[in-house]
Every structure is written in C-alpha cells, then in structure tokens.
C-alpha cells in the first residue's frame, strides 16, 4: 500500500509569492490532517477535513492560509503571500474512523523555506 | 482541555543503556494513546498504542503500558541501539484528532 504521498518536498520561495503544497492520503482514509512543525513550536496541527468537509480550522495561523479538498484523494495547503516566519516542514496525515481513535499516518513532510 | 507532557530532552544515551521517556497526559474520558517516532528528514511513523487501561503497546523492543491511575504512558526500552536516535511524540486520541506532546530527542552513542 502506498502512504501518504505529498508534493513537493522540498520549496524556496521568495517572500510574497504563492506556495501550493499538495497531499494525496491513504485509499480509504476518511480523515486528512495538516500540520506544521518548527523547532521553535514544534508540531501544530493547522486543519483536518472529513469526507472532505473541514472540521476544525482553528489552527491555520491567519488569512494567508487556505486548505481545500476537492476529492477523498486530494487536498492542498496554499499560503499567499508568503512570508519568512512560514519556513517549517508541513506534514500530511490521514485517518480512518475504523482504526483506534486517532491513529494517523504521516506523509514525508514538505520543507518550505521561504527567502 | 486535553493535554500532554513529556520529559524534556534531548536524552543522550550510550548503546545497550536502558531508556526511559516519560509521558503524562490530561483528558476527559479514555483517550487512545500513542508513542511516535520521527527519524531525521522523515515524517512521524507510529511505534506503538493503547487504547485501553492496563494495555501494553510494544513494537521493535520498545514497551509503555497505559496506566489510569497516573495517566502516564511512559516509554521504555532495554537496551538502545545507535539506530533508535530519533524524536519520540507521545500522543492522546480521544475523538478524531491527535493531541502531541512536545517531543523528546533521543541520542545514542556507540
């Protein structure tokens, strides 16, 4: 079974511009999770979808950030603009209501550095 | 709200050397609970779960048993290989989302 896969994995940007980061879950998961981590924060979760449906969005930091998921095998993370302070790596994770509660698998992470 | 904390790192240990990472958490009911693993440059990879009181998760040598009674899940392992140097998050799940602890660097020397 593939994980969940996310693009790209590494991106630098410049200050002001777009940054699209994409996931695709696990077949069959119904939960997507994006999370953000930093050392100066660690690991924060930004916002999770349900049947595609966001659930909580509590975490995205501001405005700039948005998350769509447009099918059950895709979901994206845009910030526009971009700014310096959002250099992390951002992870992709999914879920199924079927398993443990809460149990997730993690994509490889995004490293966004932004200039 | 719910909660977790756990011991601060990093942890530098020589190899064989016994490992201990304590784990505490706050919740409203009986969450699940998790101990995750992140390896460098890697995303986190689950080492093992409870989901009940008195459970014993267990995965690649390593060991945390869900206690009620001090709502602790602490990890444990016997002898550390250069190999386990990595980032552990311990974790509750008692809905749909997953609460982490800060995590806890781990070193192992040869």
């Known amino acids: 079974d593939a994980g969940v896969i996310q693009s790209p994995r590494h991106e630098v940007t410049e200050m002001g511009q777009e940054v699209t980061l994409r996931c695709k879950p696990i077949?069959?998961?119904?939960?997507l999770f994006w999370y953000r981590q930093t050392m100066m924060r660690g690991l924060e979760l930004l916002i999770y979808?349900?049947?595609?449906?966001?659930?909580?969005d509590s975490g995205m930091p501001e405005d700039r950030f948005s998350a769509k998921m447009p099918n059950a095998s895709f979901s994206t993370l845009k910030i526009q603009p971009s700014e310096p302070r959002d250099s992390a790596v951002y992870f992709c994770?999914?879920?199924?209501?079927?398993?443990?509660?809460?149990?997730?698998?993690f994509g490889p992470g995004t490293r966004l550095t932004v200039t | 709200g719910n909660s977790v904390t756990q011991m601060e790192g990093p942890v530098t240990l020589s190899e064989e050397a016994f490992l201990t990472i304590n784990c505490t958490y706050t919740?409203?009911?009986?969450?699940?609970l998790f101990w995750y693993v992140q390896y460098p440059g890697e995303g986190l990879q689950l080492l093992l779960k409870?989901?009940?009181?008195?459970d014993k998760g267990s995965n690649k040598g390593f060991e945390a048993t869900y206690r009620k009674e001090t709502t602790s899940f602490h990890l444990e392992k016997g002898s550390v290989q250069v190999s386990d140097s990595a980032v552990y998050f311990c974790?509750?799940?008692?809905?749909?989302?997953?609460?982490f602890g800060k995590g806890t660097k781990l070193t192992v020397n040869p």
């Open positions: 994770a999914s879920s199924s209501a079927g398993f443990p509660r809460g149990e997730q698998y």
């Open positions: 077949s069959g998961h119904d939960y």
């Open positions: 979808f349900n049947n595609n449906v966001p659930i909580d």
């Open positions: 919740a409203t009911g009986y969450p699940s």
């Open positions: 409870a989901t009940k009181a008195d």
């Open positions: 974790a509750q799940g008692g809905s749909e989302k997953l609460v």
